[in-house]
Structure formats: C-alpha cells, structure tokens
C-alpha cells in the first residue's frame, strides 16, 4: 500500500520555541493532508485540513497562528508548533489522500514533548 | 455534529477466540463511510476494514467482519481467530461522503491473551 511518513519520529524542545513536522506521501500524490493529534490513551482529534497551494481549513477551537500549516507540493505538508509550550506536548499524525483510490493513508506520527 | 461511541475502554479475549467491538454513532447524513482502524503500539494507524454506509452488505476482511445495523447506527466489528497481533487499540471512525475528514470514537484497547 500507500506510504506516509513523518519526520521528525520525536523532538524535545524548550518552551518558546517552534518545532516544524514533516508529513510526506512517498509515492503517491496527494492533494489533501490532514493533521490530527492524539492525547495519551485518547483518540485522535483533527486540527486541521491541509490542501496543495490554499491556505488550510482550521477546526473549531485551533489556533491557526499557533500551529501553521503549509501544503507546498503534491507530496509535503509542514506543521510548524510556535512558540510551544508544555501543553502542546502531544502525538501528532497525519494523513493523505490518494486520490485514484479515494484512500487515506496514516504517518507513523511525531511526538513532541515540550520542557 | 456526528459522534462516534465505542462503550468498551478495554477488553480481552483468548487466542483463537473471537471478540466483537462496539461502535455506535450519530448522524442526520445519508450518505457515509464508517471505517475500524487498528493503532498497535507502535501507533501507526492501519485501516482494519471500512463499510460504505449505501451498501446493506456487511463488509469482511479476512478474519474481521462487521455488523452493519443503519437504522440502529451500530458498527460492530467481529475478530474471528484472534491471533496475538491483534492486540491494539481499535478506533471506530465515521466520515461523511466528500469530506475526507473522520470523526474518530475514543477506542477499545484489545488484548489477545496467549
């Protein structure tokens, strides 16, 4: 099958700082990403619709100056945490569409820790 | 807004025994997929199995089956020969036609017991 993956797998940062995570599809094109985030022993909430070359569709209760999103190609979409603090400490996951398919493939997910 | 219940936090069941996972939801849609992913430790997503809510045929893969109920908006998932790779946590996750965005339930946590 498809294959999404994720980058970095985990990061540790300092509060006040911005953390970027990558999300690739590699080897499909995919016009539609999606970011989640996973609390522990919780389900996965979505953030965020991320569309190639449109500003993203944040849900209710996201802050989109917080946790910008950029789609630059068929096969990248960034999620960049500013200014983290401890409380973004989360799993974060991403998604892809494939669009032959009508399929969505899963990252491996980023874990990132916020000191 | 549509919601997704799983009502079962953790179960357990015996090696080549077969288990069944509740999932219930709410919809005023017609047109929907409602899919069973599996999160294994190491928590990557995989797709178990997913039912277009149009079909009346229950959807099966393999040793994973479903119980689709419409009208009652009951999505159960049936592992037949649970085998010791089947322990994970077990999202049910509705999805309206033509967004691509899932609502996920808060899942099962399912331990296959040698």
């Known amino acids: 099958g498809a294959v999404v993956s994720q980058h970095p797998s985990r990061v540790i940062c300092k509060s006040g700082t911005s953390v970027k995570i990558e999300c690739r599809s590699l080897d499909f094109q995919a016009t539609t990403m999606f970011w989640y985030r996973q609390f522990p022993k919780q389900s996965l909430m979505l953030m965020a619709t991320?569309?190639?070359?449109?500003?993203?569709?944040?849900e209710q209760g996201v802050e989109k100056d917080k946790f910008l999103i950029n789609h630059a190609s068929l096969t990248l979409s960034t999620l960049t945490v500013t200014s983290a603090h401890p409380e973004d400490s989360s799993f974060y996951i991403c998604?892809?569409?494939?669009?032959?398919?009508?399929?969505?493939?899963f990252g491996p997910g980023t874990r990132l820790t916020v000191l | 807004a549509q919601t997704v219940t799983q009502s079962q936090p953790e179960m357990s069941v015996q090696e080549a025994e077969t288990v069944t996972l509740s999932c219930t939801y709410d919809t005023s849609e017609n047109n929907y997929y409602l899919f069973w992913y599996k999160q294994p430790p190491s928590r990557q997503m995989i797709l178990v199995i997913r039912q277009e809510a149009y079909k009346q045929q229950n959807a099966t893969e393999n040793r994973f089956s479903v119980n689709f109920q419409k009208a009652a908006k009951s999505f159960s998932l049936k592992i037949s020969d649970s085998q010791l790779g089947d322990t994970a946590m077990y999202f049910c996750?509705?999805?309206?036609?033509?967004?691509?965005?899932?609502?996920f339930g808060t899942g099962t946590r399912l331990k296959v017991l040698a």
């Open positions: 998604s892809a569409r494939e669009g032959v398919t009508d399929t969505q493939y």
């Open positions: 996750a509705f999805m309206k036609t033509g967004t691509y965005k899932y609502i």
């Open positions: 991320s569309n190639e070359g449109s500003k993203a569709t944040y």
